[in-house]
């Protein structure tokens, strides 16, 4: 049954909120199968059956391989790229356990089509979205597990998943820039800002009246308030804006900058040896927005404020070249910017930022190492135990280096800073560890996310998977543990303990998601719950149904043709898993409706004559079954 040598077997911990039934039940089948196991870590309450790593107990590298009816120990979240939308993994078995659609269209679930999802969409219209950087909302510098953020670069987006359902319940557009790209959130002392650096320099106003005034160009760092979704101010900025993170004081942000050049041509961009960190100063924009100092742009209302050099609000650290990636290591001491075009990466002590504000130091002096690590820097990551982990983009590798070291052998002692290289498969972007952007970052895992697979997968025509490679850490020396093809294109992802995700089994019937369906139905006389009502008002036609397995709670009605119908269907099931759809054939129209959810969708009833709906989620032995006609009378 199980295998004493498959070491990976997930810790189960009853404290943990996905410790349901169901792992009980594989607790006792494990009980059962393999006593001798047991001995180690003991039947107890709380008890780790197996460890899942530290190089999973010296046997060698931990598996990523989990067992049949194991849950996994991590939730990775994994952003879509430019398909627009989120994903769910586990891990360490990488298997794919949910998509989230935000930013695009999902046939599915019928995100895109249905009111309720139009109603988050907004009008903007856009239905591509281009998903770099997922991160989760915290208090105190840990996860909290209420929201995960996600940028749109495509159309200069913000959105919020909740972490109780996982859907998308907000976005936001950033008015007066372009392309939202590096996105993180304040860590502490708890996620009142997203903040969210839009890439792009462009003209203001941009009223087509320009192109070529470029010195006139400018890009800004934007605040979103995490819970209402507003952008709360914007800061102008010297430079365009790449990616960004946030100190453990919840004082500081800062981003990196690739153009300093303020360049519209790749040479241009590439001129200077050195480009900037800009470090923005919370307090102190806070107090500047409270003292009513800042414009405004255009139509927009969100306070604007000149960020640019010279500001009290920001300061510049010159860096090398191109910097990409920013990084803060889990205990708030450092933060490390990746060189890109230079093969160093520069690390911050984020303590002296205060001295630099006041003007008692200059900017480099908060830089304390700048240290090569080979061709192509983009990325880092931290294990806690005070190695960072850094993507080199032309190298093909994971360098595993040690802080402090790196520190002294600037100061130059002689030291090897540089643990191990590490090959992976190929060219890295990102990488992330387990809870590594957190205070909680354990070390076990790291997961590099590769832009080229080429041979490592069987081939599917000219267009190739990525390859998000996932690597023990746990031990003295990183092991590659598995291959993982993804489709377009992980830039970024992040690893949360299953301890801190909380979601729910079925829906609350008070959801705001369908909050405005329920409000309708609530002026149409229509209780959800029990009627099963078609409401006629003009042209517009109402049909309101309930839906419990295998059937919905009107298997007929009547429209004429031209109406524009709306069909609103409540699933009463009270059954985890029991999620019914709502398919009108030939109408372009469906919907996932999951167990006391409310979904509706709007049509144009434009062809006469007799057309089946039916179930299209798998709800039970007579799913088939489970249909209905819409008579459309000719007009
Ligand atoms: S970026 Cu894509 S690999 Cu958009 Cu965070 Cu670095
Ligand atoms: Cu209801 Cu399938
Ligand atoms: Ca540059």
Same mark, same amino acid.
């Given at each position: 049954m199980i295998n004493p040598k498959d070491k990976h077997l997930p810790k189960i911990d009853t404290e943990d909120a996905q410790a349901s039934e169901h792992v009980k039940m594989s607790r006792r089948l494990f009980l059962g199968g393999s006593a001798a196991l047991m001995g180690a870590a003991g039947a107890g309450v709380g008890a780790s059956l197996l460890p899942a790593t530290a190089q999973a107990a010296k046997g060698g590298p931990a598996s990523a391989h989990v067992g049949p009816g194991e849950l996994d120990e991590y939730y990775g979240f994994w952003s879509g790229g430019h398909s627009g939308e989120v994903r769910v993994l586990g891990l360490p078995s990488m298997r794919e356990l949910m998509r989230i659609p935000v930013f695009n269209?999902?046939?599915?679930?019928?995100? =895109?089509?249905?009111? %309720? !999802?139009?109603e988050v969409l907004g009008n903007t219209g856009h239905l591509n979205g281009d998903c770099h950087h997922p991160?989760?909302?915290?208090?105190?510098?840990?996860?909290? =597990?209420?929201?995960?953020?996600?940028?749109?670069?495509?159309?200069?987006?913000?959105?919020?998943?909740?972490?109780?359902?996982?859907?998308?319940?907000?976005?936001?557009?950033? @008015?007066?820039?372009?392309?939202?790209? =590096?996105?993180?959130?304040?860590?502490?002392?708890?996620?009142?800002?997203?903040?969210?650096?839009?890439?792009?320099?462009? @003209?203001?106003?941009?009223?087509?009246?320009?192109?070529?005034?470029?010195?006139?160009?400018?890009t800004m760092f934007s605040a979103v308030n995490a819970e209402t979704m507003e952008v709360d101010w914007q800061v102008i900025v010297d430079?365009?804006?790449?990616?960004?993170?946030?100190?453990?004081?919840?004082?500081?942000?800062?981003?990196?900058?690739?153009?300093? %050049?303020?360049?519209?041509?790749?040479?241009?961009?590439?001129?200077?040896?050195?480009?900037?960190?800009?470090?923005?100063?919370?307090?102190?924009?806070?107090?500047?927005?409270?003292?009513g100092k800042f414009t405004t742009l255009g139509d927009s209302k969100v306070p604007v404020l000149d960020g640019r050099k010279g500001s009290e609000l920001t300061a510049y650290v010159p860096v090398p070249k191109n910097p990409h990636g920013i990084n803060t290591a889990p205990g708030g001491k450092y933060a490390v910017a990746n060189g890109k075009l230079s093969p160093t990466v520069t690390v911050f002590q984020l303590d002296k930022f205060d001295a630099l504000f006041?003007?008692?130091?200059?900017?480099?002096? /908060?830089?304390?190492?700048?240290?090569?690590?080979?061709?192509?820097?983009?990325?880092?990551?931290?294990?806690?135990? =005070?190695?960072?982990?850094? /993507?080199?983009?032309?190298?093909?590798?994971?360098?595993?280096?040690?802080?402090?070291?790196a520190i002294?052998?600037?100061?130059?002692?002689?030291?090897?800073?540089?643990?191990?290289?590490?090959?992976?498969?190929?060219?890295?972007?990102?990488?992330?560890?387990?809870?590594?952007?957190?205070?909680?970052?354990?070390?076990?895992?790291?997961?590099?996310?590769?832009?080229?697979?080429?041979?490592?997968?069987?081939?599917?025509?000219?267009?190739?998977?990525?390859?998000?490679?996932?690597?023990?850490? !746990?031990?003295?020396?990183?092991?590659?543990?598995?291959?993982?093809? /993804?489709?377009a294109e992980p830039h970024d992802c992040m690893i949360v303990h299953r301890s801190k995700v909380k979601t729910r089994k079925l829906y609350d019937r008070k959801d705001p998601t369908f909050a405005s369906t329920v409000a309708m139905a609530k002026a149409d006389?229509?209780?959800?719950?029990?009627?099963?009502?078609?409401?006629?008002?003009?042209?517009?036609?109402?049909?309101?149904?309930? !839906?419990?397995?295998? !059937?919905y709670g009107m298997d007929k009605f009547t429209v004429k043709q031209?109406?524009?119908?709306?069909?609103?269907?409540?699933?009463?099931?009270?059954?985890?898993?029991?999620?019914?759809?709502?398919?009108?054939?030939?109408?372009?129209?469906?919907?996932?409706?999951? @167990?006391?959810?409310?979904?509706?969708?709007?049509?144009?009833?434009?062809? @006469?004559?007799?057309?089946?709906?039916?179930?299209?989620?798998?709800?039970?032995?007579?799913?088939m079954e489970m249909r209905g006609r819409m008579l459309v009378e000719k007009a």
């Open positions: 269209t999902d046939s599915a679930t019928g995100w =895109g089509i249905t009111n %309720e !999802s139009k991160h989760m909302s915290m208090t105190d510098g840990h996860y909290d =597990g209420k929201y995960i953020f996600i940028n749109d670069k495509a159309n200069s987006r913000v959105a919020r998943i909740r972490g109780d359902i996982m859907k998308t319940d907000k976005i936001t557009t950033i @008015p007066n820039v372009q392309a939202i790209h =590096g996105l993180r959130v304040q860590k502490v002392p708890h996620t009142k800002y997203v903040f969210a650096n839009a890439e792009f320099r462009m @003209p203001h106003p941009n009223d087509g009246s320009e192109m070529d005034a470029i010195d006139k160009y400018f430079g365009n804006l790449d990616n960004t993170d946030a100190d453990y004081t919840g004082k500081y942000a800062f981003s990196t900058c690739y153009n300093s %050049e303020g360049a519209v041509d790749l040479a241009g961009s590439m001129r200077a040896e050195r480009d900037h960190l800009v470090i923005f100063n919370i307090e102190r924009i806070e107090a500047a927005v409270k003292a006041e003007g008692k130091i200059k900017p480099r002096d /908060t830089v304390v190492a700048e240290v090569e690590l080979g061709l192509g820097p983009l990325h880092t990551a931290f294990d806690g135990r =005070g190695n960072a982990y850094t /993507t080199l983009f032309i190298d093909s590798q994971v360098c595993k280096w040690d802080v402090e070291k002294k052998a600037y100061n130059g002692e002689k030291v090897n800073y540089i643990v191990q290289k590490l090959d992976v498969h190929y060219q890295p972007g990102h990488n992330h560890t387990t809870m590594g952007e957190t205070r909680d970052a354990d070390g076990k895992y790291l997961i590099s996310l590769q832009k080229f697979s080429k041979d490592r997968f069987l081939q599917c025509g000219p267009l190739h998977a990525e390859n998000d490679q996932l690597i023990d850490i !746990s031990g003295d020396e990183m092991v590659l543990i598995h291959d993982g093809p /993804t489709y006389g229509v209780n959800l719950e029990t009627d099963n009502k078609v409401i006629r008002d003009g042209n517009k036609v109402r049909v309101y149904m309930t !839906s419990v397995a295998p !059937s031209g109406d524009e119908v709306t069909v609103v269907v409540t699933n009463l099931d009270q059954i985890e898993d029991v999620t019914h759809g709502f398919c009108m054939v030939n109408h372009g129209v469906q919907m996932e409706i999951s @167990p006391q959810q409310t979904a509706s969708v709007t049509f144009v009833a434009d062809q @006469p004559g007799v057309h089946w709906y039916y179930c299209n989620w798998f709800c039970h032995a007579l799913h």
